[in-house]
Protein backbone atom coordinates (compact mmCIF):
# COMPACT_ATOMS: atom_id res chain seq x y z
CA UNK A 1 0.00 0.00 0.00
CA UNK A 2 1.38 3.84 -0.86
CA UNK A 3 2.35 5.76 1.51
CA UNK A 4 1.76 8.94 -0.74
CA UNK A 5 -1.17 10.65 0.33
CA UNK A 6 -2.54 10.93 -3.25
CA UNK A 7 -1.02 7.85 -5.16
CA UNK A 8 -0.90 7.95 -8.64
CA UNK A 9 -3.55 5.24 -10.32
CA UNK A 10 -1.81 5.07 -14.22
CA UNK A 11 1.12 2.99 -14.79
CA UNK A 12 4.39 4.73 -14.74
CA UNK A 13 8.15 3.07 -15.48
CA UNK A 14 11.49 4.44 -15.50
CA UNK A 15 13.55 4.28 -18.09
CA UNK A 16 17.05 4.04 -19.90
CA UNK A 17 19.58 7.00 -19.59
CA UNK A 18 20.95 7.05 -23.05
CA UNK A 19 19.00 8.70 -26.23
CA UNK A 20 18.95 5.27 -28.36
CA UNK A 21 17.93 2.57 -25.67
CA UNK A 22 15.09 5.38 -24.95
CA UNK A 23 13.78 5.38 -29.01
CA UNK A 24 14.11 1.62 -28.41
CA UNK A 25 12.12 1.48 -25.31
CA UNK A 26 9.07 3.93 -26.85
CA UNK A 27 8.98 1.54 -29.97
CA UNK A 28 7.16 -1.15 -27.49
CA UNK A 29 5.95 1.16 -24.86
CA UNK A 30 2.43 0.39 -23.31
CA UNK A 31 1.56 4.43 -22.96
CA UNK A 32 2.80 5.41 -26.48
CA UNK A 33 1.02 2.31 -28.37
CA UNK A 34 -2.28 3.72 -26.65
CA UNK A 35 -1.64 7.19 -27.54
CA UNK A 36 -1.00 5.99 -31.41
CA UNK A 37 -4.14 4.16 -31.12
CA UNK A 38 -6.33 7.11 -29.77
CA UNK A 39 -5.14 9.58 -32.44
CA UNK A 40 -6.00 7.07 -35.11
CA UNK A 41 -9.57 6.93 -33.21
CA UNK A 42 -10.07 10.42 -32.83
CA UNK A 43 -8.37 11.46 -36.75
CA UNK A 44 -11.90 10.97 -38.11
CA UNK A 45 -13.41 13.85 -36.27
CA UNK A 46 -14.14 16.91 -38.82
CA UNK A 47 -13.21 19.79 -36.11
CA UNK A 48 -9.68 17.95 -34.82
CA UNK A 49 -7.18 20.05 -36.34
CA UNK A 50 -4.14 18.93 -38.69
CA UNK A 51 -1.58 21.30 -37.61
CA UNK A 52 -1.94 22.36 -34.43
CA UNK A 53 -1.48 20.55 -31.50
CA UNK A 54 -3.86 18.66 -29.57
CA UNK A 55 -2.83 15.73 -26.78
CA UNK A 56 -3.56 12.51 -27.96
CA UNK A 57 -6.22 11.64 -25.84
CA UNK A 58 -9.06 12.74 -23.12
CA UNK A 59 -9.03 16.67 -22.11
CA UNK A 60 -6.34 19.29 -22.42
CA UNK A 61 -5.87 22.30 -20.36
CA UNK A 62 -2.87 24.80 -19.89
CA UNK A 63 0.42 24.15 -21.52
CA UNK A 64 3.56 23.55 -18.98
CA UNK A 65 7.07 24.10 -18.76
CA UNK A 66 8.22 25.05 -22.64
CA UNK A 67 11.75 24.69 -23.36
CA UNK A 68 15.04 23.75 -24.80
CA UNK A 69 16.58 20.78 -23.99
CA UNK A 70 19.96 19.36 -26.05
CA UNK A 71 18.50 20.31 -29.35
CA UNK A 72 14.47 19.39 -28.45
CA UNK A 73 11.86 21.57 -27.64
CA UNK A 74 9.84 19.86 -25.21
CA UNK A 75 6.22 20.92 -24.12
CA UNK A 76 4.41 19.78 -21.02
CA UNK A 77 0.58 20.05 -21.02
CA UNK A 78 -2.25 19.45 -17.93
CA UNK A 79 -3.40 15.58 -19.57
CA UNK A 80 -6.25 13.91 -18.31
CA UNK A 81 -5.85 10.04 -18.66
CA UNK A 82 -8.83 8.23 -18.75
CA UNK A 83 -8.02 5.64 -15.63
CA UNK A 84 -7.28 8.88 -13.46
CA UNK A 85 -8.88 11.68 -14.73
CA UNK A 86 -7.00 14.08 -12.09
CA UNK A 87 -4.44 16.61 -13.66
CA UNK A 88 -0.88 14.95 -14.78
CA UNK A 89 1.69 16.57 -16.91
CA UNK A 90 1.57 15.43 -20.05
CA UNK A 91 4.71 15.26 -22.45
CA UNK A 92 5.85 16.13 -26.42
CA UNK A 93 8.81 16.85 -27.94
CA UNK A 94 9.96 18.84 -31.35
CA UNK A 95 12.39 19.47 -33.69
CA UNK A 96 10.82 22.68 -34.92
CA UNK A 97 8.06 23.95 -32.66
CA UNK A 98 5.74 22.67 -35.34
CA UNK A 99 5.63 18.56 -35.47
CA UNK A 100 5.07 17.03 -32.50
CA UNK A 101 5.77 13.53 -31.27
CA UNK A 102 4.32 12.31 -28.01
CA UNK A 103 5.96 10.98 -24.95
CA UNK A 104 4.22 9.09 -21.87
CA UNK A 105 3.46 11.09 -19.26
CA UNK A 106 5.73 13.23 -16.93
CA UNK A 107 4.92 14.06 -13.22
CA UNK A 108 2.56 11.98 -11.97
CA UNK A 109 0.11 12.72 -8.37
CA UNK A 110 1.74 11.79 -5.50
CA UNK A 111 2.47 14.01 -2.37
CA UNK A 112 0.04 16.83 -4.02
CA UNK A 113 -3.32 15.71 -5.88
CA UNK A 114 -3.36 17.04 -9.17
CA UNK A 115 -0.42 18.13 -10.90
CA UNK A 116 -1.24 21.70 -11.88
CA UNK A 117 0.32 24.45 -14.06
CA UNK A 118 4.33 25.40 -14.12
CA UNK A 119 7.46 26.13 -15.69
CA UNK A 120 10.62 24.54 -16.30
CA UNK A 121 14.57 25.95 -15.69
CA UNK A 122 16.97 24.51 -18.23
CA UNK A 123 20.49 24.35 -16.68
CA UNK A 124 23.59 22.47 -17.85
CA UNK A 125 22.83 19.15 -16.67
CA UNK A 126 18.93 19.04 -16.31
CA UNK A 127 15.78 20.59 -16.23
CA UNK A 128 14.14 21.84 -12.88
CA UNK A 129 10.02 22.10 -12.75
CA UNK A 130 8.34 24.06 -10.59
CA UNK A 131 4.75 23.55 -10.38
CA UNK A 132 1.61 23.23 -8.32
CA UNK A 133 0.44 20.57 -6.38
CA UNK A 134 -3.10 20.65 -4.97
CA UNK A 135 -3.82 20.35 -1.70
CA UNK A 136 0.02 20.81 -1.09
CA UNK A 137 1.90 23.76 -2.37
CA UNK A 138 4.40 24.21 -5.01
CA UNK A 139 6.75 21.36 -6.06
CA UNK A 140 9.80 20.67 -7.38
CA UNK A 141 10.66 18.17 -9.99
CA UNK A 142 13.69 17.43 -11.90
CA UNK A 143 14.54 15.56 -14.97
CA UNK A 144 18.18 14.99 -16.37
CA UNK A 145 17.75 12.43 -19.34
CA UNK A 146 17.74 13.12 -23.21
CA UNK A 147 13.93 12.24 -23.62
CA UNK A 148 13.27 13.90 -19.99
CA UNK A 149 11.42 10.88 -19.40
CA UNK A 150 12.25 10.59 -16.03
CA UNK A 151 11.50 13.07 -13.69
CA UNK A 152 11.88 12.67 -9.52
CA UNK A 153 10.22 15.18 -7.22
CA UNK A 154 12.95 16.48 -4.64
CA UNK A 155 12.86 15.51 -1.13
CA UNK A 156 11.18 18.09 1.23
CA UNK A 157 8.11 18.75 -1.61
CA UNK A 158 6.17 20.86 -1.35
CA UNK A 159 8.90 23.42 -1.21
CA UNK A 160 6.77 26.44 -0.89
CA UNK A 161 3.63 25.13 1.34
CA UNK A 162 0.20 26.30 0.89
CA UNK A 163 -0.23 28.81 3.91
CA UNK A 164 -3.52 30.05 5.53
CA UNK A 165 -4.50 33.50 3.85
CA UNK A 166 -6.64 36.28 5.26
CA UNK A 167 -9.58 37.46 3.39
CA UNK A 168 -7.74 39.55 1.56
CA UNK A 169 -5.13 36.73 0.10
CA UNK A 170 -2.66 37.86 2.63
CA UNK A 171 0.69 37.34 3.02
CA UNK A 172 -0.44 35.00 -0.15
CA UNK A 173 -1.73 32.80 -1.75
CA UNK A 174 0.54 30.06 -3.32
CA UNK A 175 -1.11 28.58 -6.93
CA UNK A 176 0.47 28.62 -10.52
CA UNK A 177 4.12 29.17 -10.40
CA UNK A 178 7.40 29.79 -12.95
CA UNK A 179 10.88 29.69 -11.99
CA UNK A 180 14.24 31.29 -13.37
CA UNK A 181 18.14 31.42 -11.86
CA UNK A 182 20.49 34.94 -11.66
CA UNK A 183 24.02 34.31 -10.26
CA UNK A 184 22.60 34.18 -6.24
CA UNK A 185 20.07 31.55 -6.54
CA UNK A 186 16.59 30.64 -7.85
CA UNK A 187 13.52 32.82 -8.01
CA UNK A 188 10.25 31.62 -8.06
CA UNK A 189 7.21 33.51 -8.94
CA UNK A 190 3.63 32.41 -7.58
CA UNK A 191 0.81 33.65 -10.00
CA UNK A 192 -2.34 34.48 -8.09
CA UNK A 193 -4.38 37.34 -6.73
CA UNK A 194 -5.40 39.26 -3.20
CA UNK A 195 -7.62 42.52 -2.25
CA UNK A 196 -10.73 41.09 -3.19
CA UNK A 197 -12.46 37.99 -4.05
CA UNK A 198 -11.90 35.95 -6.85
CA UNK A 199 -14.18 36.75 -10.20
CA UNK A 200 -15.36 39.79 -8.12
CA UNK A 201 -12.66 42.84 -7.32
CA UNK A 202 -9.42 40.83 -6.57
CA UNK A 203 -6.30 42.52 -8.04
CA UNK A 204 -3.76 40.15 -9.55
CA UNK A 205 -1.13 39.30 -7.48
CA UNK A 206 2.26 38.15 -8.37
CA UNK A 207 4.76 36.52 -5.01
CA UNK A 208 8.21 36.47 -5.38
CA UNK A 209 10.57 33.94 -3.47
CA UNK A 210 13.83 33.04 -3.38
CA UNK A 211 15.76 29.56 -3.13
CA UNK A 212 19.56 29.06 -3.33
CA UNK A 213 19.46 25.13 -3.20
CA UNK A 214 15.58 24.65 -3.97
CA UNK A 215 14.47 23.40 -1.45
CA UNK A 216 14.50 26.18 0.80
CA UNK A 217 12.69 29.02 -0.19
CA UNK A 218 12.20 32.88 1.40
CA UNK A 219 9.28 35.05 1.04
CA UNK A 220 10.48 38.09 -0.80
CA UNK A 221 7.09 40.08 -1.04
CA UNK A 222 5.00 41.02 -3.97
CA UNK A 223 6.89 41.15 -7.38
CA UNK A 224 5.02 43.77 -10.04
CA UNK A 225 5.09 47.27 -8.66
CA UNK A 226 2.94 50.04 -10.36
CA UNK A 227 0.26 47.74 -12.20
CA UNK A 228 -1.66 49.75 -13.52
CA UNK A 229 -3.55 47.75 -16.71
CA UNK A 230 -5.05 44.64 -15.17
CA UNK A 231 -8.75 45.16 -14.42
CA UNK A 232 -10.66 44.24 -11.34
CA UNK A 233 -11.64 40.76 -11.06
CA UNK A 234 -8.66 39.22 -12.86
CA UNK A 235 -6.06 37.11 -11.41
CA UNK A 236 -2.28 36.50 -12.10
CA UNK A 237 -1.92 32.51 -12.63
CA UNK A 238 0.06 30.93 -14.46
CA UNK A 239 3.08 33.57 -15.03
CA UNK A 240 6.12 33.32 -17.56
CA UNK A 241 8.64 35.70 -16.71
CA UNK A 242 11.70 36.25 -19.21
CA UNK A 243 13.90 38.63 -20.67
CA UNK A 244 12.98 40.22 -23.99
CA UNK A 245 14.92 42.63 -25.75
CA UNK A 246 16.27 45.64 -23.39
CA UNK A 247 13.21 44.80 -21.47
CA UNK A 248 11.09 42.01 -19.84
CA UNK A 249 8.41 40.29 -20.39
CA UNK A 250 5.84 38.84 -17.42
CA UNK A 251 3.04 36.44 -19.51
CA UNK A 252 0.07 34.93 -17.49
CA UNK A 253 -3.65 34.59 -17.49
CA UNK A 254 -6.76 35.62 -16.02
CA UNK A 255 -9.72 33.13 -15.23
CA UNK A 256 -12.19 35.87 -16.82
CA UNK A 257 -10.71 37.24 -19.78
CA UNK A 258 -7.63 34.59 -20.89
CA UNK A 259 -3.82 35.07 -21.67
CA UNK A 260 -2.25 38.76 -21.18
CA UNK A 261 1.17 39.94 -20.73
CA UNK A 262 2.74 43.29 -19.17
CA UNK A 263 6.04 44.28 -21.18
CA UNK A 264 8.79 46.08 -18.45
CA UNK A 265 11.88 47.23 -16.36
CA UNK A 266 12.86 44.73 -14.35
CA UNK A 267 15.27 45.91 -10.88
CA UNK A 268 17.67 43.24 -10.46
CA UNK A 269 18.31 45.02 -6.94
CA UNK A 270 14.93 45.27 -5.54
CA UNK A 271 13.87 41.97 -7.46
CA UNK A 272 10.80 44.35 -8.36
CA UNK A 273 9.23 44.65 -11.95
CA UNK A 274 8.18 48.04 -13.20
CA UNK A 275 5.53 47.30 -16.23
CA UNK A 276 5.18 50.22 -18.61
CA UNK A 277 3.07 48.53 -21.46
CA UNK A 278 -0.06 45.74 -21.40
CA UNK A 279 -1.65 43.83 -23.66
CA UNK A 280 -4.05 40.88 -24.59
CA UNK A 281 -3.38 37.75 -26.45
CA UNK A 282 -7.70 36.96 -25.98
CA UNK A 283 -10.48 40.07 -26.36
CA UNK A 284 -13.25 38.60 -24.83
CA UNK A 285 -13.88 36.52 -21.79
CA UNK A 286 -11.41 33.15 -21.46
CA UNK A 287 -14.45 30.95 -22.41
CA UNK A 288 -16.17 29.69 -25.23
CA UNK A 289 -13.65 29.38 -27.14
CA UNK A 290 -10.74 31.85 -26.08
CA UNK A 291 -7.07 32.06 -25.62
CA UNK A 292 -6.73 30.38 -22.40
CA UNK A 293 -2.98 30.38 -21.13
CA UNK A 294 0.67 30.85 -21.88
CA UNK A 295 3.80 28.42 -21.75
CA UNK A 296 6.92 30.25 -22.72
CA UNK A 297 10.78 30.29 -22.91
CA UNK A 298 13.50 32.19 -24.63
CA UNK A 299 13.87 31.99 -28.34
CA UNK A 300 17.93 32.22 -27.52
CA UNK A 301 18.16 35.62 -30.01
CA UNK A 302 16.65 38.05 -27.55
CA UNK A 303 12.53 37.19 -28.09
CA UNK A 304 10.71 34.54 -26.58
CA UNK A 305 8.50 31.75 -27.97
CA UNK A 306 4.69 31.67 -26.62
CA UNK A 307 1.95 28.68 -26.89
CA UNK A 308 -1.38 28.50 -25.63
CA UNK A 309 -4.12 26.55 -25.19
CA UNK A 310 -7.50 27.86 -26.67
CA UNK A 311 -10.67 26.79 -24.98
CA UNK A 312 -13.63 24.69 -26.91
CA UNK A 313 -16.48 26.55 -28.23
CA UNK A 314 -19.14 24.13 -28.35
CA UNK A 315 -19.81 20.76 -26.14
CA UNK A 316 -17.44 18.20 -26.43
CA UNK A 317 -16.83 14.07 -26.33
CA UNK A 318 -13.11 12.70 -25.84
CA UNK A 319 -11.35 15.79 -26.61
CA UNK A 320 -11.56 19.32 -25.91
CA UNK A 321 -9.12 22.41 -25.91
CA UNK A 322 -6.23 22.65 -29.09
CA UNK A 323 -2.88 24.28 -28.72
CA UNK A 324 -2.31 27.90 -30.46
CA UNK A 325 0.67 27.33 -33.30
CA UNK A 326 4.10 28.64 -31.18
CA UNK A 327 4.09 32.23 -31.73
CA UNK A 328 7.82 34.44 -31.58
CA UNK A 329 7.36 37.74 -29.29
CA UNK A 330 9.90 40.11 -29.98
CA UNK A 331 10.48 44.16 -28.56
CA UNK A 332 10.41 46.37 -31.85
CA UNK A 333 12.22 49.57 -32.11
CA UNK A 334 9.16 51.46 -31.78
CA UNK A 335 7.88 49.96 -28.01
CA UNK A 336 5.90 47.53 -29.38
CA UNK A 337 5.29 43.79 -28.82
CA UNK A 338 6.48 42.05 -32.26
CA UNK A 339 4.07 38.33 -32.48
CA UNK A 340 4.95 36.27 -35.48
CA UNK A 341 4.38 32.31 -36.15
CA UNK A 342 7.50 30.25 -36.29
CA UNK A 343 9.26 30.26 -39.58
CA UNK A 344 9.17 26.84 -40.02
CA UNK A 345 5.62 26.32 -40.20
CA UNK A 346 6.22 26.99 -44.10
CA UNK A 347 7.24 23.52 -44.10
CA UNK A 348 3.72 22.50 -43.95
CA UNK A 349 3.16 24.19 -47.04
CA UNK A 350 2.00 23.07 -50.53
CA UNK A 351 2.02 24.20 -53.97
CA UNK A 352 1.41 27.85 -53.67
CA UNK A 353 -1.72 29.07 -55.12
CA UNK A 354 -1.01 32.70 -56.08
CA UNK A 355 -4.01 35.57 -55.73
CA UNK A 356 -3.99 38.07 -58.49
CA UNK A 357 -3.54 42.04 -57.49
CA UNK A 358 -7.47 43.66 -58.02
CA UNK A 359 -9.10 46.69 -57.35
CA UNK A 360 -11.95 46.05 -54.33
CA UNK A 361 -14.97 47.71 -55.25
CA UNK A 362 -16.83 49.48 -52.54
CA UNK A 363 -19.30 47.03 -50.86
CA UNK A 364 -18.65 44.28 -52.51
CA UNK A 365 -18.05 40.67 -51.81
CA UNK A 366 -15.00 39.67 -53.99
CA UNK A 367 -14.53 35.74 -54.08
CA UNK A 368 -11.51 34.34 -54.58
CA UNK A 369 -11.94 32.32 -57.30
CA UNK A 370 -9.88 28.38 -56.32
CA UNK A 371 -8.92 29.87 -52.88
CA UNK A 372 -10.47 26.99 -50.94
CA UNK A 373 -9.90 24.98 -47.56
CA UNK A 374 -10.29 23.63 -43.99
CA UNK A 375 -6.91 23.68 -43.37
CA UNK A 376 -4.70 26.11 -45.39
CA UNK A 377 -2.79 29.49 -44.88
CA UNK A 378 -3.59 32.85 -46.24
CA UNK A 379 -1.08 35.44 -47.17
CA UNK A 380 -2.89 38.72 -47.84
CA UNK A 381 -1.84 42.31 -48.43
CA UNK A 382 -4.71 45.13 -48.51
CA UNK A 383 -4.16 48.60 -49.18
CA UNK A 384 -7.79 50.16 -47.47
CA UNK A 385 -7.55 53.42 -49.28
CA UNK A 386 -10.79 54.96 -49.42
CA UNK A 387 -12.62 52.07 -47.37
CA UNK A 388 -13.17 52.67 -43.96
CA UNK A 389 -13.19 49.05 -42.96
CA UNK A 390 -11.71 45.70 -44.99
CA UNK A 391 -13.36 42.39 -44.26
CA UNK A 392 -11.90 39.04 -45.46
CA UNK A 393 -14.18 36.21 -45.32
CA UNK A 394 -12.82 32.20 -44.68
CA UNK A 395 -14.37 29.19 -44.20
CA UNK A 396 -17.28 30.56 -46.37
CA UNK A 397 -20.13 28.98 -47.73
CA UNK A 398 -21.26 29.89 -51.39
CA UNK A 399 -24.09 31.34 -49.91
CA UNK A 400 -22.22 33.42 -47.01
CA UNK A 401 -24.32 31.74 -44.77
CA UNK A 402 -21.42 30.10 -42.97
CA UNK A 403 -18.39 32.61 -42.69
CA UNK A 404 -15.73 33.79 -40.06
CA UNK A 405 -15.62 37.18 -40.54
CA UNK A 406 -11.75 39.31 -40.07
CA UNK A 407 -12.68 42.99 -40.18
CA UNK A 408 -10.01 45.74 -40.32
CA UNK A 409 -11.73 49.02 -39.02
CA UNK A 410 -9.51 52.11 -39.86
CA UNK A 411 -9.37 54.32 -37.31
CA UNK A 412 -11.90 53.07 -35.05
CA UNK A 413 -10.40 52.96 -31.70
CA UNK A 414 -9.07 55.76 -29.26
CA UNK A 415 -5.56 57.98 -29.76
CA UNK A 416 -3.00 57.12 -27.74
CA UNK A 417 0.47 58.79 -26.75
CA UNK A 418 2.89 56.68 -27.81
CA UNK A 419 6.71 58.16 -27.17
CA UNK A 420 5.54 61.61 -27.05
CA UNK A 421 3.31 61.12 -30.81
CA UNK A 422 -0.45 60.69 -31.01
CA UNK A 423 -1.40 57.49 -32.76
CA UNK A 424 -4.82 56.64 -33.93
CA UNK A 425 -5.49 53.03 -33.43
CA UNK A 426 -7.22 50.68 -35.79
CA UNK A 427 -9.32 47.64 -35.04
CA UNK A 428 -9.33 44.55 -35.97
CA UNK A 429 -12.54 42.18 -35.48
CA UNK A 430 -12.83 38.48 -35.58
CA UNK A 431 -16.15 37.49 -36.02
CA UNK A 432 -17.61 33.92 -34.74
CA UNK A 433 -21.56 34.73 -35.14
CA UNK A 434 -21.87 33.44 -38.24
CA UNK A 435 -19.03 30.57 -38.13
CA UNK A 436 -21.65 27.71 -37.84
CA UNK A 437 -25.13 26.87 -38.47
CA UNK A 438 -24.99 24.19 -35.52
CA UNK A 439 -27.65 25.00 -32.35
CA UNK A 440 -24.99 23.66 -29.73
CA UNK A 441 -22.02 26.73 -30.53
CA UNK A 442 -21.53 28.18 -27.49
CA UNK A 443 -22.38 31.97 -28.54
CA UNK A 444 -19.10 34.64 -28.39
CA UNK A 445 -18.85 37.96 -28.85
CA UNK A 446 -16.90 39.31 -31.51
CA UNK A 447 -12.88 39.48 -30.76
CA UNK A 448 -11.58 43.45 -30.79
CA UNK A 449 -7.87 44.14 -30.63
CA UNK A 450 -6.35 46.79 -31.22
CA UNK A 451 -3.65 47.39 -34.07
CA UNK A 452 -1.73 50.51 -35.09
CA UNK A 453 -0.49 50.85 -38.72
CA UNK A 454 1.94 53.82 -39.95
CA UNK A 455 0.94 56.37 -42.55
CA UNK A 456 0.77 54.31 -45.84
CA UNK A 457 1.78 50.72 -44.40
CA UNK A 458 -0.80 48.62 -45.74
CA UNK A 459 -2.54 45.52 -44.40
CA UNK A 460 -0.45 42.57 -44.05
CA UNK A 461 -2.66 39.16 -42.98
CA UNK A 462 -1.68 35.92 -42.44
CA UNK A 463 -4.86 33.72 -41.55
CA UNK A 464 -4.66 30.11 -40.39
CA UNK A 465 -7.44 28.04 -40.78
CA UNK A 466 -7.37 24.83 -39.34
CA UNK A 467 -10.65 22.67 -39.21
CA UNK A 468 -11.84 24.17 -35.86
CA UNK A 469 -9.51 27.52 -35.04
CA UNK A 470 -9.10 30.00 -37.28
CA UNK A 471 -5.63 32.42 -35.99
CA UNK A 472 -5.17 35.60 -37.75
CA UNK A 473 -1.13 37.37 -37.22
CA UNK A 474 -1.67 41.36 -38.55
CA UNK A 475 1.63 43.59 -39.20
CA UNK A 476 3.87 41.27 -37.12
CA UNK A 477 2.25 43.21 -34.23
CA UNK A 478 -1.31 41.61 -33.57
CA UNK A 479 -2.64 38.55 -33.33
CA UNK A 480 -5.97 37.38 -32.61
CA UNK A 481 -7.28 33.53 -32.77
CA UNK A 482 -11.02 31.51 -31.70
CA UNK A 483 -12.77 28.59 -31.93
CA UNK A 484 -14.91 27.66 -34.84
CA UNK A 485 -17.36 24.92 -36.33
CA UNK A 486 -18.70 25.46 -39.46
CA UNK A 487 -21.57 22.33 -39.99
CA UNK A 488 -21.61 22.88 -43.76
CA UNK A 489 -19.00 20.41 -46.00
CA UNK A 490 -18.61 23.08 -48.93
CA UNK A 491 -17.96 25.99 -46.15
CA UNK A 492 -14.23 26.31 -47.54
CA UNK A 493 -14.55 29.68 -49.52
CA UNK A 494 -12.52 33.13 -48.98
CA UNK A 495 -14.13 36.34 -50.13
CA UNK A 496 -12.79 39.76 -49.44
CA UNK A 497 -15.16 43.51 -48.61
CA UNK A 498 -14.37 46.94 -48.48
CA UNK A 499 -16.79 49.24 -47.24
CA UNK A 500 -17.74 52.74 -47.49
CA UNK A 501 -15.45 53.06 -50.41
CA UNK A 502 -12.69 51.03 -52.87
CA UNK A 503 -9.38 49.40 -51.13
CA UNK A 504 -6.73 47.35 -53.58
CA UNK A 505 -6.14 43.91 -52.84
CA UNK A 506 -2.10 44.02 -53.47
CA UNK A 507 -0.65 40.74 -53.22
CA UNK A 508 -1.58 37.55 -52.19
CA UNK A 509 -0.72 33.94 -51.58
CA UNK A 510 -2.75 30.52 -50.35
CA UNK A 511 -1.15 27.15 -49.37
CA UNK A 512 -2.84 23.78 -48.40
CA UNK A 513 -1.36 22.78 -45.22
CA UNK A 514 -0.07 19.61 -44.08
CA UNK A 515 -1.03 17.32 -41.39
CA UNK A 516 2.07 17.74 -38.67
CA UNK A 517 0.67 13.42 -37.38
CA UNK A 518 1.15 12.20 -41.11
CA UNK A 519 4.33 10.23 -39.34
CA UNK A 520 2.55 8.82 -36.86
Known sequence: ?????????????????????????????????????????????????????????????????????????????????????????????????????????????????????????????????????????????????????????????????????DAQGRPYRVYDPCIWKEEDGYYGLSGTYWQGGFFDDCRMAQHLFFSLDLRRWTYMGPFVEGDMFTEPGEDGAVPYFWPLGDKHILLFASHQRGSQYLIGDYDRVRHRFYPVRHGRFNFGPISPGGVHAPSATPDGYGGVYVIHNINEGRPTQGWNHIMSLVRRLTWLPDGSLGIEPVASLASLRGVTQPVPPRVLPANQDVVLDGVTGGAMELHLRIDPQGARAVSVDVLRSPDAAERTILTFYRDALFSVNRDGKTVRQSALTLDTTNASLLADVYPRAPETAPLVLAEGEPLDLR????????????????????????????????SVRATGGDAALLAGDAWQMGSIWENQ
Open 1 to 165: MSSLPYPPVVLSRTYATTLAEQMDELKADVMMTRFGASRRSLSSDPYRPLYHFVNPEGNLNDPNGLCFWQGRYHLFYQAYPPEDTRQHWGHAVSDDLVRWTDLPLAIYPGIENCCFSGSTVVEEDRVIALYHGTKAGNMIAVSSDPLLLNWEKIPGNPVIPLVQA
Open 463 to 494: IFIDRSVVEVFANGRQCVALRVYPSRSDSTGV
